[in-house]
């Protein structure tokens, strides 16, 4: 009689506690893959991001604008957000910047930077302090041809627990000289949700 | 004395419990190890960042090209939605790539101090004039070092995904055009 039922049920009692303890305390983040589909909300998310600069780089790509080889120079202009919900333009023209300057076949001014740049220029020149041969020239910033503007817009509906959201993003080039718009593409993007009459 | 010995078992567990528990331990581990403790930005997410980028640019034509190009760093914003030291990460990079020996970096961050000590040298009549530094012959940098992180953020539940994207930019000073970017993505998961 000296094992009674409870004696079974210490041992069995500490293992259950400490493995639950192990599962609440063990890490539980782990790294993915960026390039997979992400779908976790319906919100815009770094796939939305993906799919968008991936057409837009395509579609310059292969316009005439591109192909003549002019190397032209871009800057970035403004990008507005014009859905209800918080996205970060910026990110999304820096993917396509970046994408289109590896690609080797345009050029862009850094806009972000303009200031500091003709600080730093300022210095070199006036401060007195920096060695003559060393100074960069000034008057030789690359004057831009071309300025990338955009808008990201949204439909998003609702009946029921269904949820229909659709995205559409349009990227323009307009010709800084003649004020034309000399390239223009558009991305469509329609995601759907529906939540389960249990859980989230 | 029967029944006193399955109560001295429980006693003894529940001690174990919280002495496994309650107790902090602390210890040295190894900086380089992937740390997954949360998703939010930690120290391995700097190294990568540090490693693409420090890649990158010196297999880039504007560090192969040229002869030891000068670069300045400067702000690399922190869009995301949490306290990122972005500075951490520049320097980082600075460094791997000083002591590669192929890029040179102005200390930007310090200017006012040098403008100070050459001042110091030059007017207190306190240093020997012939180890007085040269006022004039600093060396005017040819690149900026600027970009920014941000992130997507998204929840459900809790299940969280986290879609970090770092995009680094080097800025020709003279022509104001950008000669090299790249950008590193990162994805984590919590569950």
């Keep these: 009689m000296r094992g009674g039922p409870l004696r079974v049920l210490g041992p069995f009692t500490t293992a259950a506690a400490l493995c639950l303890c192990l599962c609440a305390c063990a890490a539980t983040a782990q790294y993915g893959d960026p390039a997979a589909q992400e779908t976790l909300t319906i919100d815009f998310g770094s796939t939305d991001l993906q799919g968008i600069a991936e057409q837009m780089v395509g579609s310059l790509l292969a316009s005439p604008l591109v192909q003549e080889g002019s190397r032209p120079v871009v800057i970035v202009g403004r990008i507005v957000n014009r859905t209800d919900e918080h996205i970060d333009t910026r990110s999304v023209a820096d993917k396509i910047r970046t994408t289109l ?41 690359v004057g831009p041809g071309y300025v990338m503007t955009g808008r990201i817009t949204s439909i998003r509906k609702t009946a029921g627990r269904k949820t ?13 000289e003649t004020g034309l718009i000399r390239w223009s593409a558009q991305k469509e993007i329609r995601k759907a949700a529906k939540t389960p009459l249990v859980g989230w | 004395m ?18 496994a528990a309650c107790s902090t331990k602390v210890e040295y581990g190894d900086p380089d190890a992937v740390e997954t403790l949360t998703v939010d930005f930690g120290s391995t997410d700097l190294q ?22 000068v670069v300045q760093v400067s702000a690399v914003t922190n869009k995301t939605n949490e306290h990122i030291d972005t500075r951490s990460i520049t320097d980082k ?23 100070r ?26 690149y900026l070092l600027t970009g920014e992180i941000t992130s997507i953020a998204k929840q459900r539940g809790k299940v969280r995904d986290v879609y970090y994207k770092i995009t680094l930019n080097l800025v020709n000073l003279e022509t ?16």
């Design chain 1, 101 to 141: 300057l590896q690609s080797g076949r345009v050029r862009f001014v850094a806009d972000e930077v303009r200031d500091e740049v003709v600080r730093e220029l300022d210095y070199q020149a006036g401060s007195g302090l920096v060695d003559p041969a060393t100074r960069k020239r000034l008057g030789h910033l």
């Design chain 2, 176 to 191: 104001g055009l950008i000669d090299w970017a790249d950008e590193k993505e990162i994805r984590k998961g919590e569950r």
């Design chain 2, 117 to 142: 000590e050459l001042e110091y040298q030059r007017g207190s009549g306190y240093v020997n004039p012939e180890s007085r530094k040269q006022v004039g012959k600093q060396v005017g940098a040819d």
């Design chain 2, 48 to 69: 990568m960042i540090a490693e693409k980028m420090v890649r990158s640019l010196v297999s880039s034509p504007v560090i192969q090209q040229r002869t030891r190009p």
């Design chain 1, 164 to 176: 229909d959201l659709y995205f559409l993003f349009t990227l323009e080039v307009v010709e800084l």
């Design chain 2, 93 to 115: 990079i600075r460094t791997t790539l000083i002591q590669s020996g192929q890029v040179r970096f102005s200390a930007a961050e310090v200017r006012d101090e040098v403008l």
């Design chain 2, 2 to 19: 029967r029944a006193a010995q399955p109560a001295f078992a429980l006693v003894a567990t529940a001690v174990l419990l919280c002495a």
